[in-house]
């Protein structure tokens, strides 16, 4: 992680009532400040997790999100705006984070992640959360936070049903361990309420400060499912492929 930085008067006073919080405090705060998170795609979910994480006292973001705003976004893209529509959804998404936090920085990039990019934007930052909706992406942000021992948070709805995992690479399973093959169902449009993916966000945002102020027990081999149809949830153990791809031998 990126050396903890101390902080002002007002952070203290911004953030007082989260340092509260016994194991995290001031320390924990400082870790946050110091740190820089990676999210692949800021729409329904990813926007929850920069969102929060902003609240929150990241120091830094790099977010990447390309295309225009679209009026099927606004039922859960909350970085986007009606009167945004047939905008730079990058810009918004940058707009919307400093209007919350302008002691954060942003990086902002208008591309998706891809083979030309994907191995740059990864060294930037300390955590990747990966957010996109199509597992091409997903596979690029795997293979290369493993490769460069990046920790990840790998966050994933559909309809009504939401699943976390966390991803330390040398140590657990990956991504490739747990879908060795493209999904056959996964698709680019899909149903989805944005208050299920924003409890996913929350979800993945409070998972990456965790990791980052390291505090609490990450959902590393376990992954975290649940239908809010009923509100059943349930913890899947995990365990690392030794034949694995990516993270294998």
């Known amino acids: 992680m990126t050396a903890d930085q101390k902080l002002t008067d007002q952070e203290r006073a911004i953030w007082q009532w989260q340092m509260w919080v016994e194991d995290f405090g001031e320390t924990g705060q400082e870790k946050l400040k110091g740190a820089s998170v990676l999210i692949s795609r800021c729409g329904g979910v990813g926007g929850i997790v920069a969102y929060q994480l902003a609240a929150a006292g990241i120091g830094r973001l790099v977010i990447a999100h ?8 606004l039922n859960r893209q909350l970085l986007m705006t009606h009167d945004g529509i047939g905008t730079s959804r990058i810009e918004s998404i940058e707009r919307r984070l400093q209007e919350l936090n302008p002691h954060m920085e942003i990086v902002g990039v208008d591309e998706n992640v891809n083979e030309c ?24 942000l795997n293979d290369q936070a493993v490769e460069q021992g990046k920790p990840m948070v790998e966050c994933a709805m559909h309809d009504l049903n939401g699943q ?16 060795p093959q493209f999904p056959s169902h996964w698709t680019r ?8 993916s924003s409890a996913v966000g929350s979800m993945g945002a409070m998972e990456a400060i965790k990791l980052i102020a390291e505090f609490g027990t990450p959902l590393t081999d376990r992954l ?8 059943s949830f349930q913890t899947i153990q995990l365990e690392r492929d030794p034949d694995c791809p990516c993270c294998g031998h």
Request: hydrophobic share 45%; glycine share 4%.
């Open 117 to 140: 990019n994907v191995a740059q934007l990864v060294e930037q930052v300390d955590v990747v959360v990966d957010c996109a909706p199509l597992f091409e992406e997903r596979f690029l």
């Open 189 to 196: 449009q899909f149903p989805v309420f944005g208050a299920v």
């Open 66 to 73: 390309r295309g225009d705003i679209k009026p099927s976004d």
């Open 224 to 231: 975290l499912v649940f239908d809010l149809r009923d509100f």
């Open 164 to 179: 976390i995992t966390t991803i330390l690479p040398g140590k657990t399973a990956c991504l490739r361990c747990l879908y």
